[in-house]
């Protein structure tokens, strides 16, 4: 019923910005905590950056913050993440998360390579 949809992966140079999207159908979206993360090779997937729903405070991992940044327009059923400053370690599959559902969307690639 619910899915989730991720977009705007790609290649992207080392200190280069990008912004993903997620898209939600099937719930409502603005009564579900949001959240991204990340799978690199070798590694387990972690979370990169959380949202609330109540009060739209952020959660974040350490390697990510100040340089990432996630916030989600409710009337689209988007979340986003916006990537600045990237750097070879954010090389990485990007899951979206509806936590309060239960879903994954099924990724998008980002790589960071000159």
């Known amino acids: 019923q619910v899915q989730l949809v991720e977009s705007g992966g790609g290649l992207v140079q080392p200190g280069g910005s990008l912004r993903l999207a997620c898209a939600a159908s099937?719930?409502?979206?603005?009564?579900?905590?949001m959240g991204w993360y990340r799978q690199a090779p070798g590694k387990q997937r972690e979370l990169v950056a959380r949202i609330s729903t109540t009060d739209g405070s952020q959660v974040y991992a350490d390697s990510v913050k100040g340089r990432f940044t996630i916030s989600r327009h409710n009337a689209k059923n988007t979340v986003y993440l916006q990537m600045n400053i990237v750097n070879v370690e954010d090389t990485a599959v990007y899951y979206c998360?509806?936590?309060?559902?239960?879903?994954w969307g099924r990724g998008t690639q980002v790589t960071v390579s000159s």
């Open positions: 998360r509806d936590f309060k559902n239960n879903v």
């Open positions: 099937g719930s409502i979206f603005s009564r579900s905590a």
